[in-house]
């Protein structure tokens, strides 16, 4: 065996040009495949780090009206806390920003509010201390916090000693108990929550309207997981659980109405379950694509694999009039072709961890740097598959063909006719499928670049033109009303004074962040059983004057005015999306809506145009604007329009704020990095597909190239009987180029139509373009099919100078 | 040992068919030391690769040994050639990417010989031949003479009881091809049945028997 091994490895190294390319070509697409799997493997497939995760599920709210899973409200989580069966506890976590003090610095830090069995329920052991307990969890008891490993690395200098040392937060000071163990980051992968504190200290921590919903029946804001009792499956427990949630929408009719229990296992729930599936997609598409690549590169091996068995038929059949049965020969090509796999197995692996490093670059905005996505058991036995399954497809064809040799041809030197033949016909059909293959890629490719173009131009509907924003964080400041709309005016003084600064306005959010604060919007009617009735939307309270600044175009009634305000009927104005929804076919202004718990009528004054506000797409989604004097809300982003670079402006509109009261803290971003974050997904998505189809077309280029070059060898005598019987260069061209063209066209119509069937899986990728884009299919036809004929004519043009007397002295 | 019984070989061409033997009757026994000679073109090439079981595709009854070979399967003929012949090329044919103590083992190792085995059986040709000195050279390392002589070592070592060669001599210098032929006296006397293509009458001397062919008919045996 040892010896075999060591054969077949001399026989490599007697070709080492074609080992080389050979072992590249598999390296690349075993290590693509390997990179896109490592990621695979640590979101969706890594075992949740608990105590029999097959026990945990994480519990959701659903409403008739809103779409998606969402979290539940403390009161409901606490009633079914108390009432279920099936469970032997329950637990909930909120994440949380708090402002934390260490010397003169104030930063805020991320971190969850968990109730006091969390630890306990999920089996996590801290490192140094002790979990958070029952106990830290009642009313009074002093406010204790477990930190996080690298908090306590980074900041508690690793010491044993810092159990038992105080921490500011929010002014209030907090013991360590506990440091929880090296990569812990509660049920979510992407968190990276910097401490555990118990629920009972929500007050000191909690402020202004999160406080508000902390204690809501309606506000959806904590995550809940609980342990299955033994033996219950999560059918049985949702079962069980439907009374209670029924109970609870007829106790509590205003808040649950429409709602309802939805059970996840934990394993699933480790990403947010309303992204999950998109991420799932994307990293399937990602997968699919290095498949793709591996298979072209299986294609091309087994097209160099085919030459070089032609090259070897005299030994091949010498070895058989030795006395070498088929199944010997077979065996010794396989195990050639295995080590070949294996070579560029190992490669690729290597190659995996550099493509990871560099595919995580590019994780989206808001993932944190500190995630883990390891090389574990998994993701080598997936490199491990991948290598022999290569090795199979393109190693057992070539092999079997090798060995079927014509004995007595070889043996006595006459040229071989047939087999030689049938194996190059069948190089064909992989040159073709190739094509196809890269036809596929570059399509997909082409799609993403064209949605990137798309996403780049599109009109947003307002002027996000030298905009910068910036961000005070009043609330965590105990900034009160009052002294809010106070800090408010002078801070719109004085940022209107700085030269450079055009104008200045304020609103609770900024567009395109990724951040969709949301509320029950009850639109009025006849029909009180509106379709509409109780659902979540998204708005913003803002400056009267900030649609005018941001340029938002009003279709009908008023914009705001300064007399918009406590004095006046409470106004607000909608968009076109929420005006279609709730009166469709009516007019908007007049009609009035009524908030969550108020029954004071608001009246619709205008109607704006669809913007893009939440996100990017189209498909705009009903949002609505609510002047800051009639519904105050810690609405606290200045936008300011700047007449040059924001950027450049950006230290200095800070200096001017932090004059007003040192302690807020500040936070600033020039829009158009807010524009680039939200194009992230575009952008990514055309970044690595181009990769993906330049290397598909690289590699079929290659093995454009090397069957053409191999036929001109083949035909060398052909040729040169043609040119001594007076052909033109151009004839023996055109004899070459014949094949190449039609390889290429059968393998281009191919893929064409292959991927009028694939793309229509990425399309929900796409932003506004559609999978079967003419535009996107006829240029890759077109590029492909150019520079494939490329690839022909070179060994076609070297054909023409083939020296008639050598090529016929030749044989 | 070996008898045919009208074997034909047909080529079909476009204008017809072409005889390349036509109906060959031959008996050959045990410990003969036979040359096919004729002119080229004449068959002796494709009667040795259907005495080789090389070719399958021919018409009438060859009896190898007490088995009919014109009624055995692929298998049966593959399993005969494996244990009862080895064949001496003209073109030598050594593996160009192995030593010759490689070379020499080849034969064994498809035989599934265990590996001590091997060892001793390569020693001892090598001995017998010589070309102790030369095991671990490569075969563009040798003379011609020299390679053919390894052909010979390899054609032997599986101990057949048939060697066949197709013009052995043909590539060789008239000096080299007289130890050749010598060589194969000196087998012939130690018990191998040997049948050889030769143009040479020299050659033809050191075997016991000539068999002569024209237009692939036999026209003396
Ligand atoms: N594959 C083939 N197709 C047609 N004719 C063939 C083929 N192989 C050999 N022949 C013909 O058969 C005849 C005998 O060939 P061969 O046995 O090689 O002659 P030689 O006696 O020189 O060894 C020759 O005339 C040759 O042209
Ligand atoms: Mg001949």
Request: proline share 5%; hydrophobic share 45%; aromatic share 8%.
């Amino acid at each position: 065996m040892i010896q075999d091994l060591r054969l077949a490895l001399r026989s490599l190294a007697k070709s080492p040009g074609f080992t080389t390319v050979a072992v590249l070509m598999l390296a690349l697409g075993v290590g693509a495949s390997t990179a896109c799997f490592s990621f695979l493997n640590a979101f969706f497939l890594r075992p949740p780090p608990f105590e029999r995760p097959d026990e945990l599920v994480s519990l959701h709210s659903t409403e008739d009206k809103t779409p998606g899973l969402m979290r539940l409200s403390v009161p409901n989580f606490t009633d079914y806390r108390a009432n279920n069966t099936v469970f032997t506890d329950l637990a909930l976590h909120l994440f949380l920003g708090v402002r934390f003090t260490e010397g003169e610095n104030n930063s805020i830090l991320f971190g969850h509010l968990v109730s006091g069995s969390y630890f306990d329920l999920l089996g996590v052991k801290p490192v140094l201390g002790r979990p958070l307990s029952v106990a830290d969890d009642v009313e009074g008891a002093p406010p204790v916090v477990v930190v996080s490993h690298a908090f306590w690395q980074t900041r508690l200098a690793a010491s044993p000693e810092a159990l038992g040392r105080t921490l500011l937060f929010n002014n209030v000071p907090f013991t360590v108990v506990g440091v929880a163990p090296a990569g812990f980051r509660g049920i979510s992968v992407i968190d990276a929550p910097d401490y555990w504190m118990p629920t009972s200290v929500y007050r000191s921590v909690l402020l202004g309207q999160g406080l508000e919903f902390f204690i809501s029946r309606r506000a959806v804001t904590v995550s809940v997981i609980g342990r299955l009792k033994p033996g219950v499956t999560l059918g049985q427990a949702a079962a069980s659980l439907k009374p209670l949630s029924e109970k609870l929408a007829i106790d509590f009719p205003a808040d649950n109405a429409g709602r309802s229990l939805r059970l996840v296992p934990i394993a699933q729930a480790m990403l947010d379950p309303n992204r999950r599936s998109d991420l799932l997609r994307a990293g399937n598409l990602l997968i699919a694509l290095a498949g793709l690549i591996l298979l072209i590169a299986c294609a091309n091996l087994a097209n160099l694999l085919l030459a070089r068995a032609g090259a070897r038929q005299r030994e091949i059949a010498l070895r058989v009039a030795l006395g070498a049965s088929r199944g010997q020969v077979v065996g010794q090509l396989l195990r050639e072709n295995f080590l070949l796999a294996a070579l560029g197995g190992g490669l690729g692996v290597v190659i995996s961890v550099w493509l990871r490093d560099l595919l995580w670059a590019l994780r989206p905005p808001g993932f944190p740097d500190n995630m883990e996505v390891n090389v574990d058991g998994r993701v080598l036995a997936f490199a491990v598959s991948a290598t022999i399954l290569t090795g199979l497809l393109f190693g057992v064809v070539p092999a079997l063909a090798a060995s079927r040799v014509d004995l007595i041809a070889i043996l006595k030197r006459v040229p071989s006719g047939d087999n030689g033949l049938s194996i190059f016909s069948f190089r064909h059909v992989l040159v073709a499928a190739q094509v196809a293959l890269s036809v596929v890629a570059l399509v997909i490719a082409g799609l993403f670049v064209r949605s990137l173009n798309q996403a780049s131009a599109v009109t947003l509907g307002w002027n996000s033109r030298n905009l910068a924003l910036m961000s005070a964080d009043l609330v965590q400041s105990g900034y009160n009303q009052t002294r809010t709309l106070e800090y408010y005016q002078r801070a719109l003084a004085r940022l209107r004074t700085v030269p450079g600064v055009l104008d200045v306005s304020i609103a609770s959010r900024p567009f395109l962040t990724g951040v969709n604060p949301q509320r029950t919007i009850k639109p009025q009617g006849e029909d009180e059983a509106l379709r509409t009735r109780g659902r979540f939307m998204s708005f913003a309270v803002v400056q009267p004057d900030f649609l005018r600044f941001m340029g938002l175009e009003l279709v009908a009634g008023r914009d705001f005015s300064v007399d918009d305000n406590g004095t006046h009927p409470p106004a607000v104005i909608i968009n076109e999306a929420m005006a279609r929804l709730a009166w469709p076919g009516q007019d908007p202004i007049g009609k009035t809506i009524k908030l969550y718990n108020d029954e004071t009528p608001v009246q619709v004054v205008g109607v704006t145009r669809n913007i893009r506000d939440v996100e990017l797409r189209a498909d705009p989604a009903p949002f609505a604007f609510f002047p800051v004097a009639q519904f105050f809300e810690a609405a606290n982003v200045f936008h300011i329009r700047t007449a040059g670079n924001p950027t450049d402006l950006l230290p200095t509109l800070r200096k001017e704020l932090q004059s007003l009261d040192p302690a807020v803290n500040l936070r600033s971003i020039d829009y158009r990095e807010v524009i680039r974050n939200a194009l992230w997904g575009s952008r990514t998505g055309a970044t690595l597909m181009s990769v993906f189809g330049v290397i598909a077309l690289f590699l079929t280029l290659l093995g454009i190239y090397a069957v053409m070059a191999q036929a001109v060898v083949q035909r060398t005598r052909e040729i040169g009987i043609c040119l001594a019987l007076g052909a033109q260069t151009r004839a023996v061209v055109g004899l070459i180029l014949k094949r190449g063209v039609i390889v290429t066209g059968v393998g281009v119509l191919g893929g064409l139509a292959a991927a009028c069937g694939l793309t229509r899986y990425v399309g929900s990728f796409l932003f506004e373009v559609k999978p079967t884009d003419p535009l996107t299919f006829a240029v890759i036809a077109g590029l492909l099919s150019g520079v494939a004929l490329l690839a022909c004519y070179i060994p076609a043009r070297r054909a023409t100078k083939v020296d008639p007397l050598i090529a016929l002295r030749s044989e | 040992m070996i008898s045919l019984r009208s074997v034909e070989k047909i080529y079909p061409l476009k204008g017809g068919v072409f005889y390349a033997l036509r109906n060959i009757s031959l008996e050959i026994n045990e410990g003969e030391f036979v040359s096919i000679m004729g002119p080229s073109g004449s068959g002796k090439s494709t009667l040795l690769h259907i005495l080789g079981l090389h070719d399958s595709s021919w018409h009438g009854e060859f009896n190898l040994l007490g088995q009919p070979v014109h009624q055995l399967d692929k298998k049966k003929r593959f399993d005969l050639q494996k244990k009862h012949l080895g064949f001496v090329f003209q073109s030598y044919h050594l593996l160009d990417d192995l030593t010759v103590y490689e070379n020499l083992e080849i034969p064994l190792s498809y035989r599934d010989v265990p590996k001590k085995e091997r060892e001793s059986a390569v020693c001892d040709v090598l001995d017998r031949f010589g070309i102790v000195g030369k095991k671990d050279l490569y075969p563009n390392q040798l003379s011609g003479g020299q390679q053919q002589l390894v052909g010979v070592a390899r054609a032997l070592i599986a101990k057949p009881s048939l060697i066949l060669a197709d013009e052995p001599t043909g590539n060789l210098h008239s000096d080299q091809g007289r130890e050749i032929m010598k060589l194969f006296k000196k087998l012939n006397e130690e018990g191998t049945t040997i049948i050889q293509v030769t143009h040479s009458e020299e050659n033809a001397t050191y075997g016991s028997r000539v068999v002569r062919l024209a237009d692939g008919m036999l026209i003396s045996k």
